[in-house]
Structure formats: structure tokens, C-alpha cells
């Protein structure tokens, strides 16, 4: 099945919690008002409605990084053969990643989104990821020497913003979600965000996570090295970790 770049869904489609995938994670789609949402897996973790969610610590963590190839790899090549960090993988786990060639001095492409994984279950060991169909290798990459890092989507397996910053943000939760289940999450357009006003945004202000509350919005002076998500909209008779009105410029 193929999709196109961006789906367009009615409001009464927005706020599904679905048990079986219904599209590819990271699937953008949009309303007619121009909102735009993902695709996304729930982590092991309940979403709570309302509140900014982070990537999965996976994304991002050291065992995706410098995995050396296992097999010389040619110009034409479809799949490539890796040795996995310490990070066990079920098969197509990493469906929808992606794929990066660290070394500057081999030409060509450097990043690839990840078709399918063959299962590893040990950890560091032998592991088989292939390209999206119709897509091959441009470069030579060479056995025991060239590297790559690896993740999965920011959209799988998403959890609350923690305080403690382990992932970029992915989006706003449209209704509480079940653990493991499948929903949307809005990353652009006017929305609505649980605000912590500890410190006091103002009307057109910009927004980024918190570090006091998870799963909150709050002014981007409070830590301008945090990323934007969001122009605060309103803010009159609001008290501290309500949810307010939100221009979100995630995505």
C-alpha cells in the first residue's frame, strides 16, 4: 500500500487509540483548517491528553551510534549488514527509521530510511537492515571500517516529555491513549497544551518544554537552549498546569 506525502483527515478522525496500525508511523496528515498531526505509537506508558510528548530515549541513545559494517557493501546494494550496540531490536522494530553513513570521506548519500530489521535478540551482534523499496546504495561502504548510526522513528513509541530532556518533541497527545496503542499527535497549527506558568509566558510568547513539569509547555526564557514548539495564544484567568490555546510549530 502506498500513501501519499501528506493524508487528509476530517476532525472526527483525529482522535483515534487504536490496538492495530491504521498507517506508517510517522504518517503526516492534516485537517482542512490546515492542523497538522503523526502518526504514533504509544511507549510502554499511557499518553495523557494534552501533553506534550518526547521521542523514545532510543532515538538517541549511544548503542545506535558507530556500528560498524559487517559486510563490504556495493553501489546497487539494497540492504546492509551491521553490528548492533547492546540494544536488542524485534524484526521491523526500526521499520520507518533511519539510517546514517558517519564517514565524511565516503561520497554519495548519507541518509537512508530504514525498510525493514531482521531480529537481534542477543545484542551486539549481527543484525540486517534494509532500504525502502527502490532506493540502493550510492557508495561504497567498506567492512570492519565504515560506521553508521541508527534509530528508530521519533514517532514510535513515544512517551510524556520528561523534565529531563532525553528526546526532541514529537507532538500533543488529542485524548488519553492505552499504553502500546497507535494514535495522532498534533505538531502543528492551533491547538491547546498543558501550560506550567512557574515562568510567567505572555500572550505571543514562545513556548518549550518544561523542566519543572512533564508533559508541559512553558516560556522559552525559562531555557532558551530548549527547541520552540509553540506560540502561547492565550493566557487570560489561567492558572498554573492548565491547558490554554497554542499555535504549535513542531512540525
Wanted: hydrophobic share 40%; with cysteine.
Amino acid at each position: 500500500m502506498s500513501f501519499p506525502n501528506i493524508v487528509h483527515l476530517d476532525d472526527q478522525q483525529i482522535y483515534v487509540n487504536e490496538l492495530a496500525r491504521g498507517m506508517p508511523v510517522g504518517q503526516r496528515v492534516e485537517t482542512a483548517d490546515g492542523r497538522v498531526f503523526r502518526y504514533a505509537l504509544a511507549g510502554g506508558t499511557a499518553l495523557i491528553s494534552g501533553n506534550l510528548q518526547a521521542c523514545s530515549a532510543q532515538v538517541g541513545h549511544a548503542n545506535n551510534d558507530n556500528l560498524v559494517v559487517v559486510n563490504n557493501v556495493s553501489v546497487g546494494d539494497t540492504s546492509i549488514a551491521i553490528t548492533n550496540g547492546a540494544t536488542t531490536w524485534t524484526k521491523d522494530e526500526l521499520k520507518g527509521g533511519s539510517l546514517v553513513n558517519q564517514k565524511v570521506a565516503e561520497l554519495g548519500a548519507h541518509f537512508w530510511r530504514i525498510h525493514e530489521n531482521t531480529a537481534e535478540a542477543a545484542g551486539s551482534a549481527e543484525m540486517t537492515l534494509t532500504l525502502s523499496p527502490g532506493v540502493t546504495f550510492d557508495t561504497l561502504l567498506t567492512a570492519g571500517t565504515s560506521t553508521v548510526n541508527i534509530a528508530p522513528s521519533p514517532w514510535s513509541k513515544v512517551i510524556i516529555s520528561p523534565t529531563a530532556v532525553s528526546g526532541i518533541p514529537v507532538g500533543v497527545a488529542m485524548r488519553a491513549v492505552t499504553a502500546s496503542r497507535y494514535c495522532f499527535l498534533q505538531t502543528g497549527g492551533l491547538g491547546s497544551c498543558k501550560i506550567d506558568t512557574t515562568d510567567t509566558p505572555t500572550v505571543g510568547e514562545r513556548l518549550a518544554p518544561s523542566n519543572n513539569t512533564a508533559g508541559t509547555l512553558t516560556s522559552q526564557t525559562a531555557d532558551v537552549n530548549f527547541p520552540t514548539c509553540a506560540w502561547i495564544v492565550q493566557v487570560a484567568s489561567m492558572s498554573s498546569l492548565n491547558h490554554t490555546q497554542v499555535y504549535l510549530i513542531i512540525d
